[in-house]
Structures are given as C-alpha cells and as structure tokens.
C-alpha cells in the first residue's frame, strides 16, 4: 500500500525522512551561476502549510534534499498557490516581529530619500506607507535597486506607485534609527504596479478607507528622474547625490581624489599654516593680495573695500580616529551664524587687531556632530567640505548607510545559510518507510539547480 503523505504542521523534528505532496510556490537560486548553485524554494501543501529549507516562513523546521531525495512531478489541484503574508508596518516600527523571519511587505511610495548607483553597494532608499499610513523606511539593494530606478525612469503616469517586495529582511532598531525592511538577497521578488490581485486587492482598500495617495514620477532624458506631487527630491537625496559612506579610516588610506559623505564632530580649529580668513574680491570671492582698499581684481572686478571670507581647517574625530578638514565661507556662516567680516570686527573692538589670531566665536564650532560631504584631496593632506549639516535625520542616514554597508558584507552568511554547503549532499542509506510507489519520472538534484524550474512538483 502506497504511503499517505505527511503535512506539513505535523513536522516537529521526529521523522528524519518523510513523504510530502506539496507546491512549489516560491524559488530562487543562490551560488555562483554556472559552477555552484542550489534551488532554495518554499512548499506549500494542500492545508496551505509552508515550510523552507531557509526562514522565509514561521515553521519551526525546515526541510534538506539529501542524496536519497526523490522529486516527482504530480497532479496537484488541491495545493493552492503561493499566499502572502504581510507584515503591518505598525508592527514592524512598535518592534513586534520574529527577528531573522523574512517577511512580504506592500505599500505605496511616499518619498524617495536616496539612492546610490555607482560603486559599490548600489541602493535606494524610500518611504513606503501601508493601509494604516503608517511609515516604513524600505532599502533596496544592487538589482532590486536598479529595477526600481528604471521603473521610475520610464514611468509616465501620474498615480500612486505601489510597491510589494516578497521576502523582506527586517532590520531592527538601533539606538534612534527605527526598524526598516530591505530585499534579502537573491530571495526576494520586486513587483511595482503590475495588475497582481494583491495590488489590486491594495488599491480597493485605499479606496474604501477613503486614503488619498497622490503622487507621480515624469522622466526627463534618459539617467534622470524628476519627482512630482506629493513625492519630492528630498533634501537627503539632493545632499547626498551618488556619494559613498566612509569612515576616517577609509579617508586616511584614500589616495585619489573622491567625493564622499561622513559623520565626524570637530574637534580642534587647526591654525598650522593658514589664517582663518582671506581677503577676497567680491565678485569672484578668489584671493587678494591686497590688504587696503580699494583695489582691483585680477578678473577685473573694482572692489571699493576688502572683505573678508572664512577658510578654516578643523580637526574632525569619529570612531577615535581623526583628519582635517577644510571648511570654506558658506558653511563657516551656517554653522557659526556671522560672517567672517563681523566676526573680525567684534575681535578688533575686544582689542585684537592681529588677522592671524583665531577669534573665540570660532570656539562655537567646537564638539559640533555633523554629517559632511567632502571632496577628499590627499595632495593637500585635507579634505574640502562641499556640504554639512547637523540635520539628525541626514547624520541617521549616513550612520544606516555605513551599518548597511556592514552587514551587506555578511548578508550571503546571515540570510542564505546553505550556501557554504556541497551542492549534492553526502549520500545516506536509504530507509524502508520512503516512497515505495513505482515512479518512472524522476528528477535528480542535480536537475534541481538548472536555470528554472516551470512546473510545480512533489516531493
């Protein structure tokens, strides 16, 4: 008598070998392609019970093809499809989720924060927000990344963009950073306004709760993507453009000019081998010899009276190590909140009329956190700020993009744990309470890491 199926549910650890007859609702491949891969898929079976052999559902088990594995292929009408389960981003912010369970995440684009295409570490960045408007920070990473950009560029319409993202890692909260979701490697599936009956389920309940969702991208040329409606550049986007994260570490061993975003605090006003201001025409703000007015420019700008700018170098610590940084005129005013010519004129009525001398109100810029993009310049030994600020959301984002860079190293080990495994498992003796019915249509493991698998099976 040919033996019954087992369910799924019923799995808890006691049988080492067992008989399903189950679906095939999801598969991906993870190795390097055309030398060492292996199917990594999700089961469902007739009870709509799934199991993996990795988390990417809640059973507490998850199944190993061994040598003595047999997969055959079978009528299955009574199995159904792949359902999602979505997590509420509510939950996902208030911390209740199972860490390291992957999970499938839906919503609409509220805000592009940034994205990053060159180098390494392609990513973007964005807001999702669900049914219950609550927001969730969604990072998608290399392919995904680019999927969605080029979604972006070539979308003409000016609806809502609605997003769901299949297997989503979640990343707990850190300190201020709150929890967010990204795509888990090869694992996940990126689907953008296609007619899915999910999205399409999605749209009806926004619809129903009475939930506005105005927003709409209109590409203009080919690489650039400009946001209309309630999606807008964001200031994070347009301060950070394509730069990479680093460390100090990274700037002092860096031998080619780049440009890059950090987070350091100052530390020190560095008055080594130059003066903290110059003088400067007012036209072209390039220095001037003159030290009197008035005089001309060598652009040719007449300049009734001298003025001053700031050019100043700080010493910027992170992590206990430390460079210098230049600071120029712009940046000087935002942070210290005066010019350097009234600056210079409260120093001269306190009776210091030496220009060489660092004046106190400098001393403000003192234990200053701030998130900066730099060119680094290692002719100079220093590295020109071209942006700061001391936005805690900006000097988040940066702190999140060098954790993520971390854990993208580790992401293979964390999230794809068979990967360091032969493709054919160690063969095992065979057991007298596998299949005993006659099967002449079977397939070998070897056929299980073929480029697709088009039909469903059983096992």
């Not at 080029?150 to 299949?166: A, N």
């Not at 990479?244 to 020190?268: F, L, Y």
């Not at 810029?365 to 680094?376: R, T």
């Amino acid at each position: 008598m040919a033996r019954s199926p087992d369910k799924i549910k019923s799995i808890d650890g006691s049988k080492e070998t067992l008989k399903l007859s189950v679906r095939i609702s999801d598969l991906w491949f993870i190795g390097t392609p055309n030398k060492s891969e292996q199917a990594e898929m999700v089961f469902v079976d007739s009870d709509g019970d799934e199991i993996h052999a990795y988390r990417v559902c809640d059973h507490q088990f998850k199944l190993v093809f061994i040598g003595v594995t047999v997969v055959r292929e079978c009528v299955l009408e009574d199995i159904p499809f792949r359902k999602y389960r979505f997590a509420g981003f509510a939950d996902v912010v208030a911390g209740q989720f199972e860490p390291r369970l992957l999970v499938d995440v839906i919503g609409v684009v509220e805000e592009v924060v940034f994205r990053q295409v060159s180098g390494k570490g392609r990513r973007v960045v964005f807001k999702l927000k669900d049914l219950s408007q609550q927001l969730l920070s969604c990072t998608l990473w290399d392919d995904y990344c680019l999927q969605f950009l080029k979604f972006l560029d070539d979308y003409e319409g000016d609806g809502p963009i609605r997003v769901l993202l299949t297997h989503g890692r979640i990343k707990e909260a850190q300190g201020s950073y709150p929890p967010s979701v990204s795509n888990s490697f090869k694992a996940s599936k990126l689907i953008i306004n296609q007619p899915v009956m999910e999205i399409q389920e999605f749209n009806e309940r926004l619809a129903e709760l009475g939930i506005e969702a105005r927003s709409g991208f209109k590409s203009h040329g080919e690489g650039s993507t400009q946001l209309s409606g309630s999606i807008q550049l964001s200031s994070k986007e347009s301060f950070f453009g394509k730069a990479e994260a680093k460390t100090i570490a990274d700037i002092n061993t860096i031998s080619e000019e780049i440009v890059c975003v950090i987070v350091g605090t100052i530390t020190r006003i560095v008055l080594d081998n130059h003066s903290w201001c110059y003088t400067a025409c007012i036209r072209c703000h390039k220095k001037s010899d003159a030290e009197m007015a008035p005089f001309t420019c060598a652009c040719g700008k007449y300049n009734k009276e001298v003025v001053l700018r700031y050019r100043l170098e700080v010493m910027i610590n992170q992590r206990n190590e430390s460079t210098k940084f230049l600071l120029w005129d712009r940046e000087c005013n935002e942070l210290i909140g005066q010019s350097a010519d009234a600056v210079n004129k409260l120093k001269i009525e306190d009776g210091d009329v030496d220009l060489n001398v660092s004046p106190q109100t400098l001393d403000k810029l003192l234990g200053y956190e701030l998130a900066f993009k730099i060119k680094v310049q290692p002719k100079f030994k220093n590295s020109a700020v071209l942006k700061c600020s001391a936005d805690s959301s900006l000097i988040n984002v940066v702190m999140d993009m060098l954790a993520d860079v971390e854990q993208s190293l580790s992401v293979i080990a964390n999230h794809d744990p068979l990967l360091g495994l032969p493709l054919t498992p160690t063969k095992r003796q065979s057991f007298q309470d596998c299949d005993d019915e006659a099967g002449t249509s079977q397939i070998s493991l070897a056929h299980l890491s073929s480029n697709k698998l088009k039909k469903h099976g059983a096992i």
